[in-house]
T-cell receptor, first 112, second 110 residues
Framework: NAGVTQTPKFQVLKTGQSMTLQCAQDMNHNSMYWYRQDPGMGLRLIYYSASEGTTDKGEVPNGYNVSRLNKREFSLRLESAAPSQTSVYFC???????????FGSGTQLSVL | GQSLEQPSEVTAVEGAIVQINCTYQTSGFYGLSWYQQHDGGAPTFLSYNGLDGLEETGRFSSFLSRSDSYGYLLLQELQMKDSASYFCAVRGGGYSTLTFGKGTMLLVSP
């Protein structure tokens, strides 16, 4: 039982490049989330998917797109990376208890 | 929207008791959650208070006062491994997502 799996763990991009962060969960959870974490800023929600086939914007969605590919997978895409998107990105999911999120191990992204 | 306030840093010694406070403002309220995050790691769920009062889980307890929009996490018999960041989080009304505080870094010294 792997829980929430994110790839890659580390990535360096040049400004303007694009990339997709992958996330998969094997807990049969309906809801999935993408957060970013910056020093002193806590965790801020980028996008979420309350159920398969739906996605909604969170607090900081600009510059990102998401795809809920199926119940297991929720990807985050940066179409044209900017230095302001340098951050640690966490994918998370939850089942029946909305307050209990299960997080992936994170992706450390640097945009030069 | 939601906003949360918690201290940025707390220090304590091994074996001591420490309390991390959290005050919140939210439109609608389901409950207060706490998460732990070790340096370089992922946040992990610690506790949830949906009703007023104290919830105890081993060395950790969490308290909520809905009338005061206030809660705290209490860590007893501190160990070095408790050095981590602790985040409070709230979920507002309707279907809404968790909003996290900025975190409290707990430093436990020998």
């Amino acid at each position: 039982n792997a829980g929430v799996t994110q790839t890659p763990k580390f990535q360096v991009l040049k400004t303007g490049q694009s990339m997709t962060l992958q996330c998969a969960q094997d807990m049969n959870h309906n809801s999935m989330y993408w957060y970013r974490q910056d020093p002193g800023m806590g965790l801020r929600l980028i996008y979420y998917s309350a159920s398969e086939g739906t996605t909604d914007k969170g607090e900081v969605p600009n510059g990102y797109n998401v795809s809920r590919l199926n119940k297991r997978e929720f990807s985050l895409r940066l179409e044209s990376a900017a230095p302001s998107q340098t951050s640690v990105y966490f994918c998370a999911s939850n089942g029946q208890i909305n307050e209990k999120l299960f997080f992936g191990s994170g992706t450390q992204l640097s945009v030069l | 929207g939601q906003s949360l306030e918690q201290p940025s840093e707390v220090t304590a010694v091994e074996g001591a008791i420490v309390q991390i406070n959290c005050t919140y403002q939210t439109s609608g309220f389901y409950g207060l959650s706490w998460y732990q995050q070790h340096d370089g790691g992922a946040p992990t769920f610690l506790s949830y208070n949906g009703l007023d009062g104290l919830e105890e889980t081993g060395r950790f307890s969490s308290f909520l006062s809905r009338s005061d929009s206030y809660g705290y996490l209490l860590l007893q018999e501190l160990q070095m491994k408790d050095s981590a960041s602790y985040f409070c989080a709230v979920r507002g009304g309707g279907y809404s997502t968790l909003t996290f505080g900025k975190g409290t870094m707990l430093l436990v010294s020998p």
